[in-house]
């Protein structure tokens, strides 16, 4: 069965105040689901429910089919979960404070050893696993919190803000973490305000805005329905690209809209025709030898979608 | 490299532990974090500072104090374990459930396939071992006079009872800590409601209700601890009914001054006690069952 995650008509009121309001949604398959919406929107208190930390006012959560309300011991046995940076017992040590996930958890004692050790290798803190918690720094701290959220291989990861508190090599290796988890077949559903990480390691994306779901969409299927028709891509180049070629050779091929040099080395091409062309484009883009080196979805297109989305509703 | 989320891995499910074993082997991790924490340190060092004045007060004083062994223990076991117990009972578990709302610990806990019940019932383990720990200390520092005074041997056949009826007195005053600490999510309030009530509070109240209502206080939690010491007596009651006396004593020419004194039997204490215990530890749970991680 593949990993799945349920929120029906989920609900939360804070005296009159509705944080969430009626949150359908239905996630399966191994996948990434980025969870967006400005400060305030409701995605915490959603991430909150989907693990009983809270109680909804209304409906109800699953955790691959069990209902989280009903039973949170039996719903998170196969989650890992991370929500709003906890602190650890200070007085523990890394190894400590995953050994107590891990054993509370039911991970088998000849297996625990191994796998803390690989948890803490993921995170790079094995030289720090034997160091008290109590005087990690904030990036630190999150870096054991991820750490235990996956010690004991869980099929689904819900993940508020992950790479709160981290350097910029902390948020590199979370999105590797995570593509590596996507690998394995695993459901990820992580809210996040970096929209450069979103598009990077997310599949889908759910935008909330005020309590309310605005839409719920593969990233690629987001990206072209608010675009005009068009699709977006970036390219990058590891030399500056010959002006001829901008508007001449690439400009030219089939199903281009426009093509925009963002800088000396990166252009932005809008597209139709979905995936088709863009690998077409790709392929012959790379054909020309201008020393393409990486093509991925542009993320500006998604903050135009979100700044467009979010000012709706004002 | 293999790597703990095994990407590109099968997922190797494990299987949750049930219940009991949760709860055994939260109230294990928890203890260690009580032990390595600094007011477990200095609650030993408060036994040790209260043992050593009890040492000292023994051996210059003696008379009275060591004229059997039984007064020996009454008096030392009798008066110091009810107070070691509330002062334990306040300083682990006065905070208990609130500290994990301040200091965030407890989102770390609720991430866990456990039930609320099995974490507020190992941290009450935790803190019931961890206050054991303290009493222990103080039996052995009595016990140590004890065997100077009296041999090694000569032990009153009610030091164990007292020893059992503490057990439940700090269950029960534990249950009321834990209960309190359910209410706050902030610490301090947890400490000093807890604090407050148990080093005057209660008595204050057990003070009005004999005074004022002229009834046995059966219903204040300190009453009850008096058996601890009481047990030591000759004329000791063990029944479920406690003592009542009267004592009249002229203050002036014509006035008196009528006091009337109640001994809670010791059925009746342990009943009390056993009383508090399922009283505070269900609503307790009720309380934490329902509280948000907001
Ligand atoms: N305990 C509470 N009492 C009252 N209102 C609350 C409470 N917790 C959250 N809220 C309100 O619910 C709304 C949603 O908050 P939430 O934390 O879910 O936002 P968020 O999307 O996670 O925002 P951010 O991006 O800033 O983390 C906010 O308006 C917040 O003020
Ligand atoms: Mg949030």
């Given amino acids: 069965m593949p990993p799945s995650l349920e929120m029906r008509n989920l609900t939360k009121q804070y005296g009159t105040f509705t944080a969430l309001n009626a949150l359908n949604l239905k996630l399966d398959g191994g996948k990434c689901v980025g969870f967006l919406g400005p400060n305030g929107a409701g995605k915490t208190t959603t991430l909150k429910m989907l693990t009983d930390m809270i109680f909804p006012t209304q409906g109800e959560c699953f955790i691959n089919g069990i209902s989280v309300q009903q039973d949170r011991k039996r719903a998170l046995a196969e989650a890992g979960v991370l929500i709003e940076s906890p602190e650890i017992y200070p007085s523990l040590t890394p190894n400590q404070a995953l050994e107590m996930v891990a054993d509370l958890r039911g991970v088998p004692a000849a297996e625990r050893k191994d796998r803390i050790r690989s948890a803490l290798e993921e995170v790079k803190m094995v030289d720090w696993a034997d160091k008290r918690v109590g005087r990690f720094s904030k990036g630190m701290k999150q870096r054991i919190n991820i750490a235990a959220a996956l010690v004991h291989d869980p099929s689904v990861v819900v993940l508020d803000e992950p790479s709160t508190g981290l350097d910029p090599r902390g948020m590199a290796e979370v999105r590797a973490i995570i593509r590596g988890l996507k690998k394995s077949q695993r459901l990820i559903f992580m809210s996040s305000h970096i929209l450069s990480e979103v598009v990077d390691v997310c599949d889908d994306v759910a935008l909330i805005d005020r309590g309310k779901l605005l839409f719920y969409d593969t990233l690629a299927n987001v990206t072209s329905r608010f675009s005009d028709g068009h699709s977006s891509i970036d390219l990058s180049f590891a030399r500056a690209i010959p002006p001829d070629a901008v508007q001449g050779r690439i400009g030219t091929l089939p199903g281009i809209g426009s093509v925009t040099l963002l800088d000396p080395r990166r252009l932005r091409i809008k597209y139709t025709g979905g995936i088709e062309t863009q690998e077409r484009l790709v392929e012959s883009v790379a054909q020309m030898h201008l020393g393409l080196v990486s093509a991925g979805e542009s993320e500006s297109a998604l903050e135009e979608i979100y700044l467009s989305q979010i000012s709706r509703g004002d | ?294």
């Fill in chain 2, 1 to 294: 490299m293999a790597t703990a989320t095994g990407a590109g891995l099968p997922i190797r499910p494990v299987s949750t532990p049930d219940t009991f074993q949760q709860i055994t082997k939260l109230t294990r991790y928890q203890l260690y974090e009580y032990v390595r924490s600094r007011r477990f340190v200095a609650m030993l060092g408060i036994v040790a500072i209260i043992g050593a004045i009890m040492t000292a007060l023994v051996g210059h004083y003696r008379g009275g104090l060591v004229s059997s062994n039984l007064a020996f223990y009454g008096s030392f076991w009798g008066g110091g374990a009810a107070f070691l117990v509330v002062l334990a009972a306040v300083i682990f578990g006065g905070d208990a459930i609130a500290g994990e709302f301040q200091n965030k610990t407890g989102y770390f806990l609720m991430g866990l396939p456990v039930r609320r019940t099995t974490i507020y019932v190992g941290k009450f383990f935790a803190a019931f071992l961890a206050s054991v720990a303290m009493l222990g200390l103080y039996l052995l520092i009595l016990l140590g006079n004890g065997a100077f005074y009296f041999g090694a041997g000569a032990l009153p056949w009610q030091l164990p009872v007292s020893l059992l009826i503490t057990l439940v007195y700090l269950a029960a005053v534990l249950g009321t800590t834990f209960l309190f600490s359910s209410l706050f999510k902030t610490s301090a309030y947890g400490f000093a409601l807890t604090a407050v009530l148990f080093l005057i509070g209660f008595t204050i109240l057990q003070a009005l209700v004999v005074d004022l209502v002229h009834i046995e206080p059966w219903m204040v939690i300190s009453y009850a601890n008096s058996s601890i010491g009481n047990i030591f007596n000759p004329t000791v009651n063990w029944g479920l009914f406690g003592n009542i006396t009267t004592t009249t004593t002229q203050v002036g020419r014509h006035s008196f001054v009528t006091v009337t004194t109640y001994t809670a039997g010791i059925a009746e204490s342990i009943v009390i006690m056993l009383g508090y215990l399922i009283v505070t530890a269900v609503g307790g749970l009720y309380l934490f069952e329902r509280e948000e991680f907001t």
